[in-house]
C-alpha cells in the first residue's frame, strides 16, 4: 500500500523526521506530563480575534492535543515525505510554510461564514496541531502521484497503492466536530499554492539563506543512513513470514534480470543503423510514386515512441532519465507499469 511513497525510509528526508519527532514528543509531553500546561496550545480564534493573542496562530496550530490526531497526521507526514525527496527540503518547506500561512486566513474566513450561515460559533473548537499543510499535501499528491492498481475487491471496486492513504485521511477528517474546517482551509491553501493562484509561492517561501542555516545546523542532526538495498530475511521470523520474504526477493530478482535484458537489447540495437529513420521522406515518395498497384515492400516497425510528459513524472519521482525511459519502453509506455518496474528496481 505505501509503496507509492517509497520504501527508503527517511533518507533524504529530514524535515519530515524532525515534522515526525518533535510534535510528536511535544504532543507526549503536553498530554501526559504537563497537561495545565496544554490551555497555552489551544487553538482558540476567539481570543485571537477579541483579545489580540495572536500567539496562539502559532502555538496552536503545531502540536495536536489529540493522541489519535497526532498519530494519523505522523502516519501522513511519513507517507508525503515522498515530496521532500521529489522537491528539495527547502521547497518542501516553503510549500509547508505557505500553506500553514494561508489556511489560518482561511480558517477565519470559514469561522465568519459558519457564524453568519448557522449562528453557530466555532471559533473556540478548532483542533490543535499541524494539520492544514498536511491535508493541504493532499492536492500534490492527487495530482502528481501515479495510481496503481493493487487488487480488486468486489467487482468493480479496486485497491490501489493510494487507497490507505485516502483512508487515513478520511479518518483524520472525521476525528472531531470541527476538524473539517481546518481541513478545508488546508486543501483550499494547497491548491492555491500548488496553482501558484495569485502568486503565492513567489511571497510565501523559504528564503536561501534560511535554509542555508537549517542546513547546518539541524540537518546533520534530522539525517538518515541510506539504506541498504539488499532484503535481509529476519531470523526471528516465522516460517510463512521467511517463505514471504524470499518469494519477494524472488520476484524482485526476476524482475531486475528481465529489465537487463531489455536492456541489453536496446543496447544491441543501438548499434544497427535504421535506414527507415534516416530517410523517411524518402520512403514516403516511394510509396507515394508506386500507387498504381504495386505493393510496397514491408517496412519495419519504428521504435516505440515514449511520452517527454511520463518520463518528465517518472523523473519527477527522483528517477533517472536514462532509466524512466528503458522502464516506459519496457512497459511499453504504460506510466503505472513503469513506476511499479522503478520502485522494485
Not at 534530522?222 to 516465522?238: D, L
Not at 511499453?332 to 507499469?337: G, K, Q, S
Amino acid at each position: 500500500m505505501f509503496s507509492s511513497t517509497g520504501s527508503s525510509g527517511l533518507y533524504k528526508a529530514p524535515l519530515s523526521k524532525s515534522l515526525l519527532l518533535v510534535p510528536s514528543a511535544l504532543s507526549l509531553l503536553l498530554i501526559l506530563l504537563l497537561p495545565h500546561c496544554q490551555r497555552f496550545f489551544l487553538y482558540d480564534l476567539q481570543a485571537v480575534k477579541d483579545n489580540f493573542q495572536i500567539w496562539r496562530l502559532i502555538c496552536g496550530r503545531i502540536i495536536c492535543l489529540d493522541l489519535k490526531d497526532t498519530f494519523c497526521s505522523s502516519l501522513l507526514i511519513y507517507n508525503f515525505r515522498i515530496f521532500e525527496r521529489r522537491y528539495g527540503s527547502r521547497k518542501f518547506a516553503s510549500f509547508l510554510l505557505g500553506s500553514w500561512v494561508l489556511s489560518a486566513l482561511v480558517d477565519f474566513i470559514l469561522v465568519e461564514a459558519v457564524w453568519y450561515s448557522f449562528g453557530i460559533t466555532t471559533s473556540r473548537n478548532l483542533p490543535s496541531g499541524f494539520l492544514a499543510p498536511v491535508f493541504a499535501l493532499f492536492v500534490p499528491f492527487y495530482c502528481s502521484i501515479p495510481r496503481v492498481q493493487v487488487a480488486h475487491i468486489l467487482g468493480p471496486l479496486s485497491v490501489t497503492n493510494k487507497t490507505l492513504i485516502y483512508i487515513l485521511g478520511l479518518q483524520l477528517f472525521t476525528s472531531g466536530s470541527y476538524i473539517w474546517i481546518v481541513a478545508i482551509s488546508g486543501l483550499i491553501s494547497g491548491i492555491c499554492y500548488n496553482s501558484k493562484i495569485l502568486q503565492v509561492h513567489q511571497v510565501l517561501y523559504i528564503p536561501s539563506w534560511m535554509a542555508e542555516f537549517f542546513s547546518r545546523t539541524l540537518e546533520p542532526i534530522f539525517s538518515s543512513s541510506e539504506p541498504t538495498t539488499e532484503a535481509r530475511v529476519g531470523m526471528g521470523a516465522t516460517v510463512d513470514i521467511q517463505r514471504q520474504q524470499r518469494m519477494e526477493l524472488l520476484d524482485r530478482q526476476l524482475m531486475l534480470s528481465q529489465f537487463a535484458q531489455v536492456r541489453r537489447q536496446r543496447q544491441q540495437q543501438g548499434g544497427m543503423i535504421n535506414w527507415n529513420r534516416l530517410f523517411p521522406p524518402l520512403r514516403q515518395r516511394q510509396n507515394i510514386n508506386y500507387q498504381d498497384g504495386r505493393r510496397s515492400e514491408p517496412q519495419a516497425s519504428p521504435p516505440l515512441e515514449v511520452s517527454e510528459e511520463q518520463v518528465a513524472r517518472l523523473m519527477e519521482m527522483g528517477f533517472s532519465r536514462g532509466d524512466a525511459l528503458e522502464a516506459l519502453r519496457a512497459s511499453n509506455n504504460d506510466l503505472n507499469v513503469a513506476t511499479n518496474i522503478l520502485l522494485q528496481h
